[in-house]
């Protein structure tokens, strides 16, 4: 009986602690998949998800691009805004060089950081980024199960593809984009194939 009401004790110091600690707005420690220890359980690495909405060229422009991504089913509860890793050539662009030649200073409204890691959902590393915000070589497909394309409209050297759906406002047949494969290991998530616009392919959606 004795031992019984120590138990019993024991359970209700310990529901109490707990209470003050959330009442205190003590947040609880969590390890990321990545192995980082994080306050919320989110990856210190940025994550890249390939989105499970598939839309014709008529993206909405630029701004429409993120706004599906920021909306999108696979879209991680951890981390702030996505947005979209494509470029028109005026409202975002990664270089106007063949892989920045120039330096960073050629970008417009970029979404990669330099120096960063960029993982998948499921904490698998895409890719480190150089010194200039692109990536130069890839360790793991963005997604290696999926068969479809992604909108880019730039060239595996990260430059200008002149195919862009007009920036990514048109979804006629006879205008086109240059679509990137998710399940490359290579470049060939940029640049795989010129496709119409008519057609449903998804989007690249990088965390800031």
Same mark, same amino acid.
């Given at each position: 009986?004795?031992?019984f009401? =120590?138990?019993?004790?024991?359970?209700?110091?310990?529901?109490?602690?707990t209470?003050?600690?959330e &009442?205190?707005?003590?947040?609880?420690?969590?390890?990321?998949?990545?192995?980082?220890?994080?306050?919320?359980? /989110?990856?210190?690495?940025?994550?890249?998800? !390939?989105? *499970?909405?598939t839309?014709?060229?008529?993206?909405?422009?630029?701004?429409? *691009?993120?706004?599906?991504? &920021?909306? &999108?089913a696979? =879209?991680?509860? /951890? %981390? %702030?805004?996505?947005?979209?890793?494509?470029?028109?050539?005026? #409202?975002?662009?990664?270089c106007?060089?063949?892989? /920045?030649?120039?330096?960073?200073?050629?970008?417009?409204?970029? !979404?990669?950081? @330099?120096?960063?890691?960029?993982?998948?959902?499921?904490g +698998?590393?895409?890719? +480190?980024?150089?010194?200039?915000?692109i990536? +130069?070589?890839?360790?793991? *497909? @963005?997604?290696?199960?999926?068969?479809?394309? !992604?909108?880019?409209?730039?060239?595996?050297?990260?430059?200008?593809?002149?195919?862009?759906?007009? =920036? $990514?406002?048109?979804?006629?047949? %006879?205008? $086109?984009?240059?679509v990137?494969?998710? =399940?490359?290991? #290579?470049?060939?998530?940029?640049?795989?194939? #010129?496709?119409?616009?008519?057609?449903?392919?998804?989007?690249? /959606?990088?965390?800031?």
């Amino acid at each position: 009986m004795v031992l019984f009401f =120590r138990k019993t004790i024991l359970i209700i110091a310990c529901l109490i602690f707990t209470s003050c600690l959330e &009442d205190e707005g003590v947040a609880p420690s969590f390890t990321s998949k990545t192995g980082f220890s994080t306050p919320d359980g /989110c990856p210190s690495e940025k994550i890249i998800f !390939v989105s *499970a909405t598939t839309s014709q060229g008529n993206l909405g422009g630029v701004s429409g *691009a993120d706004t599906i991504c &920021d909306a &999108d089913a696979n =879209r991680p509860s /951890c %981390g %702030g805004t996505y947005k979209a890793m494509l470029s028109d050539y005026l #409202n975002r662009q990664a270089c106007s060089t063949i892989n /920045c030649g120039g330096g960073a200073g050629e970008h417009i409204d970029w !979404v990669l950081t @330099a120096s960063t890691t960029y993982i998948r959902p499921d904490g +698998t590393t895409i890719g +480190t980024t150089n010194t200039l915000g692109i990536f +130069t070589t890839i360790d793991a *497909a @963005a997604d290696p199960t999926n068969n479809s394309f !992604v909108f880019t409209g730039m060239t595996g050297q990260w430059v200008e593809a002149t195919h862009h759906c007009s =920036r $990514f406002t048109n979804s006629t047949a %006879g205008v $086109f984009s240059i679509v990137g494969s998710p =399940r490359s290991t #290579n470049l060939g998530i940029l640049q795989a194939s #010129n496709s119409a616009c008519s057609s449903f392919f998804h989007l690249y /959606c990088v965390e800031q």
